[in-house]
């Protein structure tokens, strides 16, 4: 299966773009003074001098290249700088309050993350040098998108005029407009769906036919309220844009959306997916109105900036900007109705969070957009020449139809410098079509200041606003919005020409090979000493494509598995089974999956299942990892689909020839070295000097007495090739070995004869159950009846119905905490199925479990069976074991920092159990010590399985059906069961 990636800076890329660029920075000095027969090739320019020494003199401004990073927010510091860094930029990681003002004027950018953002700007130096700082707060799009009903009001306004068409909800602020809502819902509008905001922003989507007590209730928990009406199936969309300047605009749309497909009245279960906006929007409007994805883009982006121009109309009050150039990554969630007009539900300034820095600092190219010094004077004044050849500064002291002060030449440097940095963003405005937009310009734009009347001038073709001096505090984006469809239209012009012409040698050299086509590079998957991490970190790659075709619903587009394993046969959408073999040593991959639907989802094990990518565990043997296909589109999800991953964990000596004890070396293990328990203890294979060989060891373990107890201090000892190796030795002849004595193995005579009139009592969780299976087993001759219960069971057919074994399953982990059986009560219902019992060693109560077993519960059963006249009976504790070691969705993780406090526990158990009368069977260090040769779970608990064994003769004598049989597998469960047994029947029937 194919693996995903993301995508990094190479080292020489980013050297190659600083040394190009630093040679840039310096070019046009020295051109200007050295170069006349070059600017020969142009006429005379009233803007070039300007523009040059602007330019210089904000490139010189941040010579320095450092960046500034203030707030608390470690794992989002840490992405940035390694996106920082890769830019050949320093940091400056600044806490909260440290520069209280200002932040030195040397710090060309200012990122502010967290609590930091509510004071960025305060940290601003005074004087010309903030105007040339980009700090990624604007503080007039936070303050707006912060006030209560804002979202309400800014739609009310849209909708107001005429010439837009972008606004099909209807907003409702609560509580205030709770009975404008309710006569909407009576009116007969024909609504599909409601939408409601919750007051941590999340949306909700609910009932269509609510009533009025419904609406009474959402006063209570919701903020905002919209009716949709004729809503497609599609649900709601998150799109990221990037304002890079306010006033007047400059923004771009990411390439990529979150699609929340419609679930109502399942809102839970709304798991967002990944899509390529273009890819989705083509969908879209082929689904719906059979139009291209660029005509259903240009709704989208039209939407967006209606509600850009009218924040700044809302804005305009305000006596001045309080940082030109910074930039903003705006969210918007919005939907489509029937004819694809867009409305927005939300907006909220981003957060910055950890999963989306990668992606949009580095994969989209706004880190790119940041830190580039190309210079572009030569550029913009050669399109201000051709469009407006007479007009300066100094025109704006005459009250000029237009003109040109600093602030205006930095925001057209700035954007014509964007606009070659090879990004994936998709520009919004200002655009060569922005003409298209004029409509919202003018309508949403307030009246000249003072009553004054708007002039127009044409330049270019194109109408152009009058300002009045009175108004040169503030520049809107009409102001300039002509002129920069001008501009964009020369620069389109431009790309046609033969690059020594275009550039003339001032401010480009010829076309070199790209330095910004990165190479991709695997997700690392940590092992050893580390782990996979759980969440979803880093950057993604680009998922694929999504279809709405109908015959695409039931399909998967693609599995991924980290590390890459190859599966038989290649994957196809139609082939729904798969199988692989994978190494001892590879216990744990991350497995993800795509739907090929759109409007589909691919989630795993059920249809309750997660989306996102999971760690699985892989046992040794056999197992199996489900991904169905569940249809969204419907009111509530349909699994139409389910594929299988059947993947075989090869036991350690797979790879070794046929064992043979004359040619194998004793070795002992004690613990693993990359599952450290023990502090005192060293890891890994020793030589057992004693013997050479381990057919003369098996010899003397022969002599050695019975061990009288299953808590005396051992080890693991294997026969292997070399003891310097550890991939050369036999596990399935290895030995729990104490000193002194040996672990004896019943005969299957000797257990049934013990057995026999017993009545023996299991609590516990699968690893105890593990136990009762395998007893089971030994006992009949095979296992008929077997199941994964998780309740209580009682087991009256053992040894010809001479031995009962009854089984009660704690904790049941499964339940909420207030739903769950306490130890007592299931205790208690567990001696009362196995009623009648006697208080002599003929009832047995066995007790253990992973990690969950302390002194409390010792406590509990010595007080129970005093009160049931059970004191006489025999107690069997077996102790802790491996398990939860590695990070896997669903069930808890143990770092490996904290084994030793579970042996140390463990210990401290034993010690007290039997005190209190126990037999303890010490299970941890056996465990831990091979916890990678855990069978199927994704817990990493299970050192047994129970397996289905082949019946040649499947017919009784009559005809009659035999029963199946099943197996236990699993030695190391078989040696501590054994201990068990050893430990019921050292004691004389009663």
Avoid at 53 to 80: D, P, Y
């Amino acid at each position: 299966m194919r693996q995903r990636s993301y995508q990094q800076i190479p080292e020489n890329a980013e050297n190659n773009r600083n040394h190009v660029e630093r040679v840039r920075a310096g070019s046009y000095l020295t051109h200007q003074k050295s170069s006349h027969r070059k600017l020969s090739h142009f006429p005379s320019s009233s803007h070039l001098a300007q523009l040059v020494e602007i330019e210089e003199r904000v490139l010189s401004q941040t010579n320095t290249r450092t960046v500034a990073i203030s707030g608390n927010q470690q794992g989002h510091r840490g992405i940035l700088n390694g996106i920082i860094r890769k830019h050949g930029l320093q940091v400056d990681e600044v806490s909260d309050g440290q520069w209280l003002p200002p932040i030195p004027a040397d710090r060309p950018t200012l990122l502010c993350l967290g609590s930091a953002g509510s004071h960025c700007h305060e940290q601003l130096p005074e004087g010309p040098s903030q105007g040339y700082m980009r700090v990624n707060r604007i503080p007039e799009l936070n303050e707006y998108f912060a006030r209560r009903g804002a979202i309400c009001k800014l739609q009310k306004r849209l909708r107001s005029h005429e010439e837009t068409k972008v606004v099909e909800a209807d907003c409702f602020q609560l509580p205030s407009e709770s009975l404008n809502l309710k006569r909407s819902l009576s009116g007969g509008q024909s609504s599909a769906w409601v939408v409601s905001q919750t007051p941590d922003g999340s949306l909700q989507i609910l009932h269509t036919n609510l009533t009025r007590d419904d609406i009474d209730d959402l006063k209570k928990e919701t903020e905002v309220v919209w009716t949709v009406s004729e809503a497609s199936a599609m649900g709601y969309l998150k799109l990221y844009t990037l304002v890079m300047s306010f006033l007047p605009q400059r923004a771009y749309v990411y390439p990529r959306a979150v699609l929340y497909p419609r679930l109502v009245s399942h809102s839970k279960s709304q798991t967002p997916k990944v899509v390529e906006l273009m890819q989705f929007l083509k969908g879209l409007g082929e689904q719906y109105l059979n139009v291209t994805a660029e005509y259903v883009l240009e709704t989208v982006k039209e939407a967006i900036f209606s509600s850009l121009i009218e924040v700044e109309y809302e804005t305009l009050l305000a006596e001045k900007p309080r940082c030109s150039r910074c930039f903003q990554i705006l969210e918007y969630y919005m939907t489509f109705d029937s004819k694809l007009h867009p409305s927005i539900l939300q907006i909220k300034t981003h957060s910055y969070e950890e999963d989306w820095l990668q992606e949009l600092m580095v994969d989209a190219g706004v880190a790119d957009i940041l830190f580039t010094r190309s210079t572009v004077a030569m550029d913009v004044a050669r399109g201000l020449d051709n469009l407006v050849p007479d007009l300066t500064d100094m025109d704006c002291e005459s009250g000029s139809a237009l003109c040109l002060r600093e602030q205006d030449y930095i925001y057209l440097l700035d954007n014509r410098r964007e606009s070659l940095v090879n990004h994936s963003l998709i520009k919004l405005y200002p655009t060569k079509s922005a003409s298209n937009y004029s409509h919202l310009v003018n309508w949403l734009q307030p009246p000249s200041a003072g009553g004054q009347a708007r002039t127009l001038e044409s330049i270019g073709g194109m109408d152009i606003p009058a300002q009045h001096p009175s108004q040169l505090r503030r520049r809107r984006t009409s102001d300039l919005h002509s002129l920069n469809i001008g501009l964009e239209k020369f620069y389109a012009s431009l790309s046609g020409q033969d690059p020594l012409l275009r550039y003339n040698s001032l401010s480009h050299f010829l076309p070199i090979q790209s330095v910004t086509n990165f190479e991709g590079l695997n997700m690392l998957m940590k092992t050893g000493n580390s782990s996979i991490d759980p969440g979803v970190g880093g950057g993604i790659s680009p998922p694929p494509f999504c279809s709405f075709y109908k015959g695409d619903v039931p399909l998967l587009l693609e599995i991924f598995t980290e590390p890459d394993i190859h599966f038989l046969p290649d994957f196809n959408p139609h082939v729904t089974q798969y199988h692989a073999s994978i190494p001892h040593d590879l216990f744990l991959i991350k497995v993800g999956a795509e739907a090929k639907g759109c409007l589909c989802e691919a989630r795993f094990n059920d249809i309750h299942g997660t989306s996102r990518f999971l760690n699985y565990t892989i046992g040794v043997g056999s197992n199996q990892i489900v991904i169905v296909v569940v249809d969204l589109s419907q009111n509530s999800p349909w699994v139409v689909n389910s594929y299988s991953l059947n993947i075989h964990r090869w036991e350690a000596e797979n790879h070794l020839p046929t064992f043979s004890p004359a040619l194998c070396q004793v070795c002992s293990f004690k613990q693993d070295c990359s599952m450290k328990f023990s502090l005192s203890e060293s890891c890994g294979f020793k030589p057992v000097l004693t013997h050479s060989v381990w057919l003369s060891y098996q010899k003397q373990l022969q002599t050695l007495p019975r061990c009288g107890s299953g808590d005396i201090t051992a080890k693991w000892t294997v026969p292997c090739l070399d003891c310097n190796q550890s991939n050369s030795c036999y596990w399935k002849h290895a030995v729990w070995q104490p000193e002194h004595c040996r672990h004896d193995v019943l005969s299957d005579y000797e257990t049934k004869k013990c057995f026999s009139n017993k009545r023996v009592l299991f609590i516990g969780d699968s690893t105890n159950r593990g136990i009762l299976h395998y007893i089971t087993e030994k006992i009949n001759g095979s296992l008929r009846d077997w199941d994964k219960t998780h309740d209580i069971r009682l087991y009256d057919n053992i040894n010809n119905n001479r031995t009962i074994f009854s089984f009660a399953y704690y904790p049941q982990f499964w339940l909420p905490t207030n739903h769950r059986p306490t130890f007592i009560k299931a205790l208690y219902q567990l001696i009362k199925r196995t009623l009648p019992l006697h208080n002599t060693s003929e009832t047995v109560l066995v007790v253990g479990g992973v990690h969950w077993l302390a002194k409390h519960h010792v406590k509990v059963i010595l007080s129970a069976l005093q009160r049931e006249g059970l004191t006489g009976i025999t107690l069997i504790m077996k102790g802790l074991g491996a398990g939860f070691h590695q990070p896997v969705e669903g069930v808890r993780y143990v770092p490996q920092g904290d084994q030793y406090k579970l042996l140390v526990h463990e210990q401290d158990l034993s010690t007290y159990a039997r005190q209190n009368g126990f037999h303890v069977i010490q299970t941890y260090n056996m465990t831990v010590a091979r916890y990678k040769d855990f069978l199927q779970g994704k817990c990493a608990c299970h050192f047994h399985k129970v397996v289905k064994t082949q019946n040649l003769d499947t017919r009784g004598i009559n005809g009659e059906s035999h029963y199946p049989t099943y197996h236990v597998e699993g030695s190391i469960n078989a040696m501590y069961s054994e201990m068990v047994i050893h430990q019921i029947c050292k004691f004389p029937n009663g």
